[in-house]
């Protein structure tokens, strides 16, 4: 590795730093998307998560409220409900807008079902370059609202709903709570996004002297968000529901959580969200791990990542007042 290419490597958190020969960094293009989503398939097995907790796990086809094809998502339910309402955790896989599935997010989805008795729901939403947006943000949408149309069915407490997300699913997560919150159809009332990524303009700025070197670069940041805008990154006029740092005002969000490494990419954006947040009255929670690049989550038992499992969890438990 030469000098230039590692100038954050003497960062790096030495619980974490093996990642860096397990999954050596490569930038993501067109030419390679089609083996990464293999590989990343083959990295994350499907995961009967109904022998490992008791939950229950069923999918569904549910409709599209804007006249797309039918959505797929994935409920787990804890087999003894805690509530006669349950609260409800909406997540949103990330995979940069391009990869990704609700698989990655099914093991923390049942613990979180079993042991604090949440009913979660995963959303599949279609995939960029394929798709571009507005298709992500309908997707999400839709099969949020259709929980909330059937909250008697699933059993869910409409009272009590948190949305969220890591990498490009926090970013869809923030502009989801954004369209929420100016269509006043129903509410959220907790954000959780770790490792969000929220601003196309990153990926066409010089690169930052120490963030962004490992796992996911700012020439895959730029694929991403090319692919899932359908134009270059940084134009004018660019929707604050698909790029929820052009929100002029946060104003109205429920309580959200932000968790970053500080040498992951969206250091920056995610700091400046936080500040945001502040500035237009949400109560915000910002956790900067040290050391930590964007694949820290594969380290589950690392200090800092079970930190902020419980940071985030109690921050989670305490917006919907379970705790």
Not at 123 to 129: I, K, N, S
Not at 253 to 278: M, N, R, V
Request: net charge negative.
């Amino acid at each position: 590795m030469n000098e230039q290419k590692s100038r954050s490597r003497h960062l790096v958190d030495p619980e974490i730093i093996s990642a860096l020969d397990l999954f050596p960094t490569s930038d993501l293009t067109g030419a390679t998307l089609i083996e990464s989503r293999e590989n990343q398939s083959k990295m994350i097995p499907q995961t009967d998560v109904t022998q490992l907790f008791p939950v229950t796990w069923e999918e569904r086809a549910v409709p599209s409220y804007f006249g797309g094809p039918d959505i797929s998502i994935e409920i787990i339910k804890p087999r003894e409900p805690k509530y006669d309402k349950m609260p409800l955790y909406y997540s949103i896989h990330g995979g940069g807008m391009v990869m990704g599935s609700p698989v990655g997010e099914r093991s923390a989805n049942a613990a979180l079902a079993a042991q604090h008795g949440f009913c979660c729901v995963s959303v599949d939403y279609r995939l960029a370059p394929e798709h571009i947006q507005p298709s992500q943000l309908q997707d999400c949408y839709s099969g949020l609202k259709w929980c909330i149309e059937h909250a008697e069915e699933l059993g869910i407490d409409i009272q009590k709903v948190a949305v969220g997300g890591s990498s490009a699913g926090a970013g869809l997560a923030a502009g989801l709570a954004l369209y929420i919150r100016d269509q006043k159809e129903f509410d959220i009332h907790h954000l959780r996004l770790r490792s969000p990524m929220l601003d196309d303009r990153t990926s066409i700025s010089p690169d930052h002297p120490y963030a962004g070197e490992f796992v996911w670069t700012n020439r895959s940041n730029y694929f991403g968000w090319k692919s899932v805008l359908g134009h270059e990154p940084g134009q004018e006029g660019t929707s604050e529901y698909y790029v929820p740092a052009r929100a002029k005002s946060l104003a109205g969000l429920p309580p959200t959580y932000i968790s970053i490494g500080s040498i992951d990419l969206f250091i920056d954006e995610a700091i400046l969200f936080a500040k945001q947040l502040a500035f237009d009255g949400v109560l915000v929670e910002l956790h900067v791990y040290p050391g930590y690049h964007h694949l820290a989550p594969a380290f589950p038992n690392a200090h800092y990542s079970q930190e902020g499992a419980k940071s985030s969890e109690y921050a989670l438990l305490k917006a919907l007042e379970l705790v």
